[in-house]
């Protein structure tokens, strides 16, 4: 979820309920902001907010399903998920690409941190950043193929 979200903010208090139903349905409920957490956003490939998944024994479901807790709670209780193709072996969350995926996220919002404190901060022109960033590109590319 993410916090401006007005689709998120739909949903919160089905979700806060679902969650406190946790114990009795024998599962565990949580949320990640994705603007705190790119990398997960990066990980499970998140292209819609909110976005609901499924995990049982490290198998990723992804649940598409009406957003009313009556429903949350009839994919558990009623095994629905099973039924649910699980994600794709590349696209997984624990797989190597989106580890890498995670990676180019948190890279991003540390690119974008560098650029607000090199122009809100330094008060450096935004043109002087992307000047920076493209010298920089250009010399790690160097030293890399070196």
Known sequence: YAPWCPACQQIELTWESFAKESER???TVGKVDVT???GLSGRFFVTTLPTIYHA???VFRRYR???TLEDLQ???LE???EAVEPVAGWKSPSSIMMHGMAGLFRLSGWISKIHSYLTDTLGIHAWISYAIFILATLLIGLFLGL
Do not use: A, F, N, T
């Open 25 to 27: 349905l024998h599962i």
């Open 56 to 58: 049982h024994d490290g």
């Open 36 to 38: 705190q957490e790119p």
């Open 74 to 76: 009839g994919y558990v």
């Open 79 to 81: 095994r629905k998920w």
């Open 65 to 67: 399903g009406s957003r």
